[in-house]
């Protein structure tokens, strides 16, 4: 056979036999489950006690076991592995918010840190699977809070150190934490946050808390309550470098995270430690194709799971420096993430759409002064990745050179589910979509009836008919509310809430969140695709599409443009272009009845644009707007509220 590609040690040594392609092995991992992640999760991790079963899973029921009898420790594999064979290397690299600082911590130093903190917590009372909140952005002190829950078996709750006292307080209760840790103030293009107060407002609210932990960032004065309150640094001093791990159960609480709230009340997933930890470490090995020496560089915050599985855990449990990105892509200027690369020259850069969009509308010398030799892949998540963006990625960051992978996945999912695989071989990529689920992922597209689409060139509600072992195995607190979102929509299918294509070559394209999707006069629209359209016009940076109530059609598209910097072309005509463009790349129907231009848009703190709010000021239903304190600027709403009568 002249084809005949042998999986090689190189690829997935784990795996004992002879495939000839990527798809064998793909088909193997979705058949034979047991027999594909056994040999991974035993070679991949360190087991006090190793697993005597593989899987236990129930997909009607929304019960998931992995590794079942295992006994393991998470900061173990993420730090002390390490220590033993190489304590100086560099395990994280921390890219201050000052333009052109940086901290540099060896795994010799993080483990210190980490059994320090574990060691105060102890002292604090913290127990096995007690749950520690962290309101604080992204350092090396932070990261090794997060390893030292883990080190004792605590549940580390990571709330995004921008949301208000009001939403880290009901977050705090969810949890029922007793322990918050956080640091005086936080500070992000330069601009100072106050951590500390907003702490101190929500835990005023919270009496479950008795201990607040606060790291130095700027050092800038700040309220201490008597009793309460003490200096992380402090309280490390007095303690000892070791700590002996706590051994944990496969299946005990590693950690929970809130969703970004894009689409409504915030669920507070709960992450299992060695299903979790494979599959952040694995996916991340496989799609960006980690090497020995590689730094990767993943610019998300740790309050969100892509912090979680790409800054911390999967780079850390693969044994490679990370960096810490604590600043914004526009500051000091448009060049940020590019001088970064220069000088930390990182292997990978992985990013989300709503920064290459911004980064787009500007001259693209910000990009091409600096040299970013160093970099082999480019990574996109949290949004749809719009064809103008993916190519601008593509050709001016990457010089064509580099690979770009589109990659999907959810809080949900802990890691990577679609996306490019560009180190398997003879591995095709196409622009602007995951294309091809990862080992052990089995997508399927229902329609509205719950009827599995079979064959190519469908369209439906995205779902999962198997389980894998990254996935999340309950809301906190609420395991109904978990069952009722995710199983009970698709009896047997873990529902993702997203909708897809699989297209005539079998490639997935993801169309957008369900909820949006649009009915035209019974033509069903993705909210990505019009977006991908509209974007493609010179002038626009970024569009939203939502639908509104429709009295001849149903429903009818309305479109808010964001134009790009220094647009001088009259909106009258850009918008009889974006019609024509609509048009002929989509259809008659996909046009948008309604344009509004704004200055921006509303959008999460993680950077998501906010549908479900446009959709309200579309329907004029402006009473109803719900839920506002994830998003990242609310003034904007105003601005869009007052002239949403005034649109073309
Ligand atoms: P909430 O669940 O509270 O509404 P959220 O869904 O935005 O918040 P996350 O878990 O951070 O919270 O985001 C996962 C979602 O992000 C996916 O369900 C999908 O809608 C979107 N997404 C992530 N990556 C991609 C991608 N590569 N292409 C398209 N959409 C993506
Ligand atoms: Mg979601």
């Known amino acids: 056979m002249s084809d005949f590609i042998k999986i090689t040690s190189t690829d997935i040594p784990e795996i004992n036999g002879s495939f000839s392609s990527h798809e064998e092995l793909y088909k193997f991992s979705i058949e034979k489950p047991e027999e594909f992640w056994g040999p991974i999760a035993r070679a991949r991790l360190r087991w006090d006690k190793e697993f005597t079963k593989v899987m236990d899973c129930n997909m009607e029921k929304g019960v998931f076991d992995w590794f079942i009898g295992g006994k393991l420790n998470a900061s173990v594999q993420c730090v002390d592995r390490h220590c033993e064979v190489d304590p100086d290397r560099i395990a994280l690299i921390w890219e201050q918010d ?235 200027d448009h060049g940020r993430y590019w001088e970064m690369v220069q000088r930390i020259r990182p292997t990978q850069f992985y990013g989300a759409p709503t920064a290459i969009r911004l980064l787009l509308g500007h001259d693209s010398s910000y990009v091409t002064k600096y040299d970013r030799s160093s970099l082999r892949t480019l990574g996109s998540v949290g949004e749809p990745i719009n064809h103008e963006a993916w190519q601008w990625y593509h050709e001016v960051v990457g010089k064509g050179k580099c690979d770009v992978v589109d990659t999907w996945w959810q809080t949900e999912t802990g890691g990577i589910c679609i996306s490019p695989r560009p180190s398997a071989p003879g591995a095709e990529i196409r622009s602007a979509m995951p294309m091809r689920p990862l080992f052990g992922i089995a997508p399927v597209i229902l329609d509205d009836k719950g009827n599995v689409l079979e064959g190519r060139d469908v369209s439906g509600a995205l779902c999962i008919r198997k389980s894998w072992p990254g996935i999340a195995r309950t809301v906190y607190g609420d395991h109904s509310r978990y069952y009722d979102t995710y199983f009970k929509p698709y009896p047997g299918y873990y529902f993702t809430g997203d909708g897809s294509i699989r297209d005539l070559d079998g490639y997935y394209h993801i169309t957008g969140r369900m909820d949006d999707v649009i009915n035209v006069s019974g033509h069903r629209l993705g909210t990505a695709e019009v977006e991908d359209a509209l974007d493609e016009h010179f002038s626009v940076a970024e569009s939203a599409v939502v639908g509104y109530p429709h009295d001849i059609k149903g429903e009818g598209v309305y479109a808010y443009i964001v134009l790009k910097e220094g647009v001088i072309q009259e909106h009258k005509q850009i918008i009889a272009e974006l019609r024509s463009i609509v048009r002929t790349k989509i259809a008659g129907h996909a046009v948008p009845e309604i344009m509004q231009i704004c200055p921006s848009l509303p959008k999460t703190r993680s950077g998501k644009i906010m549908r479900r709010i446009l959709r309200k000021i579309a329907a004029d239903q402006i009473e109803e707007l719900g839920d506002v304190t994830t998003l990242a600027d609310p003034s904007i709403i105003e601005y869009i509220i007052k002239n949403h009568r005034h649109c073309i």
């Open 98 to 332: 000052e333009p052109g600082k940086e901290q540099r911590i060896t795994f010799r130093q993080l483990k210190e840190m980490v059994c320090k903190i574990a060691n105060v917590l102890k002292s604090e009372g913290v127990r096995k699977s007690d749950r520690v909140v962290m309101y604080i952005s992204i350092s090396p002190l932070a990261v090794a809070s997060m390893l030292a829950c883990a080190r004792i078996g605590a549940v580390h709750s990571v709330i995004f150190a921008g949301f208000s006292a009001e939403a880290l307080a009901s977050r705090i209760m969810d949890a029922g934490a007793s322990v918050v840790i956080t640091s005086d103030q936080s500070i992000r293009g330069g601009r100072l946050i106050e951590l500390k107060k907003t702490v101190d407002a929500a835990v005023a609210k919270c009496p479950s808390v008795r201990r607040v932990l606060v790291a130095r960032r700027t050092g800038n004065p700040v309220p201490i309550i008597e009793g309460r309150d003490v200096w992380l640094e402090e309280a490390m001093e007095a303690q000892s470098v070791e700590c002996i791990p706590e051994s944990m159960d496969s299946e005990d609480s590693l950690f929970m995270l809130y969703t970004s709230g894009s689409t409504g009340k915030p669920k507070g997933l709960v992450h299992s430690t060695a299903g979790y930890l494979l599959y952040a470490s694995f996916t991340h090995k496989q799609v960006f194709d980690i090497r020995d020496g590689d730094i990767f560089a993943c610019v998300a915050d740790i309050g969100w799971i892509t912090g979680h599985s790409y800054v911390v855990y999967g780079p850390l449990v693969n044994g490679i420096t990370t960096v810490l990105f604590e600043s914004h892509p526009a500051y000091p």
